[in-house]
T-cell receptor, first 111, second 114 residues
Framework: SQTIHQWPATLVQPVGSPLSLECTVE??????LYWYRQAAGRGLQLLFY??????ISSEVPQNLSASRPQDRQFILSSKKLLLSDSGFYLC??????????FGDGTRLSIL | QKEVEQDPGPLSVPEGAIVSLNCTYS??????FMWYRQYSRKGPELLMY????GNKEDGRFTAQVDKSSKYISLFIRDSQPSDSATYLC??????????????FGKGTLLTVNP
C-alpha cells in the first residue's frame, strides 16, 4: 500500500528565515505530487504540482518554491519567510486520473 | 460567484442521525467529484470518489451527484461520534484524463454528540 510522509509536523520560524518542508511517498512510482496551503476559513489552495522529476508547475506567484529531486520526494522551500506564510501545509500524491491522497501536514507559524 | 460553495456549518447532530452535507458548483465542466474527511490537525482523507451523476454507496456513506443542478451531497447514516470532523467537497475537470487541479469547498464542520 502507498503511504505519504511529511515532516516536521509543527514548525515555528522567525520572519526572514529560510524554510524547507519535505514530503515523501512510498509504495508507488512516478506519482503526481502536490503542495497545498490551508488557511483558516479559506479552504485549500494549490501551490505547486509536479508530474515528474524536475517538473514543477506553480499555481500562485509567491514567496515559495518547490523542487522534486527524486521521483517520490517533493520539497517546499522559501529563502525568506513572511508573516503571511503562516498556515497548514499539505502534501498530496495521486496517480494520473485518480484522486489525491494527503499527508498529515505541517503547521507553520511565523513569529 | 465562487466556483464551489459549501455551507461551513457548524452542524451538530445527535448520535444515530442521518447527516446531509452539500456543495453547489458553478462550472458545468467539472466531471470528477470527491468528498474528504479532515480530523483536527490532520490531512484530508478521501471518503468518496465518483465521476457520474447518481448515487454511490460505501458502508454508511452515500455520495450523490446531480450534474443538471450542479449539486453534490454526502449522506452519513447512523452517524457516530467518530464522524465528527470537517467534510470537504472537491471537484475537477476532465482534462485529457488528468486530475491535477482540485477545486475545494471550504468545508463543513460536523459534530456528532453521543
Amino acid at each position: 500500500s502507498q503511504t505519504i510522509h511529511q515532516w516536521p509536523a509543527t514548525l515555528v520560524q522567525p520572519v526572514g528565515s529560510p524554510l524547507s518542508l519535505e514530503c515523501t511517498v512510498e509504495g508507488t512510482s512516478n506519482p503526481n505530487l502536490y503542495w497545498y496551503r490551508q488557511a483558516a476559513g479559506r479552504g485549500l489552495q494549490l501551490l505547486f504540482y509536479s508530474v515528474g522529476i524536475g517538473q514543477i508547475s506553480s499555481e500562485v506567484p509567491q514567496n515559495l518554491s518547490a523542487s522534486r529531486p527524486q521521483d517520490r520526494q517533493f520539497i517546499l522551500s522559501s529563502k525568506k519567510l513572511l508573516l503571511s506564510d503562516s498556515g497548514f501545509y499539505l502534501c498530496a500524491w495521486s496517480r494520473v486520473s485518480q484522486p489525491q491522497h494527503f499527508g498529515d501536514g505541517t503547521r507553520l507559524s511565523i513569529l | 460567484q465562487k466556483e464551489v460553495e459549501q455551507d461551513p456549518g457548524p452542524l451538530s447532530v445527535p448520535e444515530g442521525a442521518i447527516v446531509s452535507l452539500n456543495c453547489t458548483y458553478s462550472n458545468s465542466a467539472f466531471q470528477y467529484f470527491m468528498w474528504y474527511r479532515q480530523y483536527s490537525r490532520k490531512g484530508p482523507e478521501l471518503l468518496m470518489y465518483t465521476y457520474s451523476s447518481g448515487n454511490k454507496e460505501d458502508g454508511r456513506f452515500t455520495a450523490q451527484v446531480d450534474k443538471s443542478s450542479k449539486y453534490i451531497s454526502l449522506f452519513i447514516r447512523d452517524s457516530q461520534p467518530s464522524d465528527s470532523a470537517t467534510y470537504l467537497c472537491a471537484m475537477s475537470l476532465n482534462s485529457g484524463g488528468s486530475n491535477y487541479k482540485l477545486t475545494f469547498g471550504k468545508g463543513t464542520l460536523l459534530t456528532v454528540n453521543p
